[in-house]
């Protein structure tokens, strides 16, 4: 467990190192304002200026993400068509059809769901020139991280970059939703672009297991059971964490544990349900420590500029 968790931390590290290296695409997605007619047209309008493969999946993610809001209505109204076909394969280009109505409709609107995402995405990276596939499976966020993530169906991308394979959301990458999902926030969050596979395995379980990119796959029995990183944010980049809520050597106290690139200033901790958990914060050899004198089923971690500033959810653990 030690060498995985030390192997996961230089994994991280080299993509928070990379992440700060997309000035140049990310300032462009956010200020593009060339009228275009579809995917593909906006696709190369957005790329032309850049070389490289990394360089055009980021911009057209950075795009997505910067553009496209979350159709909380139509998640919630949901329907599926009705398609008449005399064959399996008629069916499925039927449908494929619809998908991609929905897809012209959401880049039109600037509005969509996780399919039209991830639909959206797909059709500039083929545009581009770009490999990428669109994954589905069941997702694990703020509101649904235990059992009941197992019915929270999901789409999200792997494009290849350079002869390897990487995972994204631009879904999540837009912003948030309210429990109810009835309101759209947005929040242009870049660490979901490229994250790595083990850090994306918590949140995300594709109906393919190869798809999680990892030697090892997750089982879905054990997807609920993982601890919660909000890799998304990338203001206090985690680059460890304990991968326990552990108990201490005198068995009295629970701990956890992270190295931050950037040490937050102001930590809060309360329990799912809100209310809030007493700890101490230490900070020894490069990590921060968070120990608890209660035992508490679960502990969700929040962190800012201060304690009268709007903080963020860094971890959500439960204790098993």
């Not at 880049?107 to 490999?131: H, V």
């Not at 020894?284 to 709007?310: D, H, M, P, Y």
């Amino acid at each position: 467990m030690k060498q995985y968790l030390t192997l996961l931390t230089l994994l991280f590290c080299l993509e928070v190192i990379a992440q700060t290296g997309y000035q140049r695409p990310d300032s462009i997605a956010a200020a593009f304002s060339e009228p275009y007619t579809d995917a593909a047209d906006l696709a190369l309008k957005l790329t032309r200026s850049f070389q490289t493969e990394d360089e055009k999946a980021r911009v057209l993610f950075m795009w997505i993400a910067h553009n496209i809001r979350y159709d909380c209505k139509k998640v919630r109204n949901l329907e599926i068509p009705k398609i008449k076909a005399k064959s399996k394969e008629e069916f499925y280009e039927k449908f494929e059809e619809w998908q991609d109505k929905e897809m012209e409709k959401s880049l039109k609107g600037k509005r969509g769901i996780c399919g039209d995402y991830s639909r959206l995405f797909k059709a500039m990276c083929d545009a581009a020139g770009l490999e990428a596939v669109i994954l589905t499976g069941v997702s694990r966020d703020f509101y649904r991280p235990y059992r009941n993530a197992q019915d929270n169906p999901h789409a999200w991308n792997a494009v290849k970059i350079d002869g390897n394979w990487h995972l994204l959301d631009a879904t999540w990458a837009a912003g948030i939703v309210n429990p109810e999902v009835t309101k759209f926030t947005r929040k242009v969050s870049p660490g979901f672009f490229k994250t790595p596979p083990a850090w994306f395995a918590q949140s995300h379980l594709p109906e393919d297991e190869k798809w999680q990119l990892l030697d090892a796959p997750v089982s879905k029995k054990n997807f609920p059971d993982q601890p919660l990183i909000n890799y998304g944010q990338m203001d206090y980049p985690v680059e460890d964490f304990s991968p326990t809520l552990q108990a201490t050597a005198g068995g009295n106290e629970f701990e956890i544990r992270f190295r931050f690139s950037t040490i937050p200033k102001a930590f809060n901790v309360t329990t799912g349900n809100g209310r809030p958990v007493d700890f101490e914060k230490t900070e020894e050899n490069g990590w921060v420590v968070l120990r608890f004198s209660k035992r508490t089923r679960e502990v969700v971690v929040f962190a800012g500029e201060s304690l009268r500033s709007k903080m963020d959810w860094l971890a959500r653990y439960e204790v098993r």
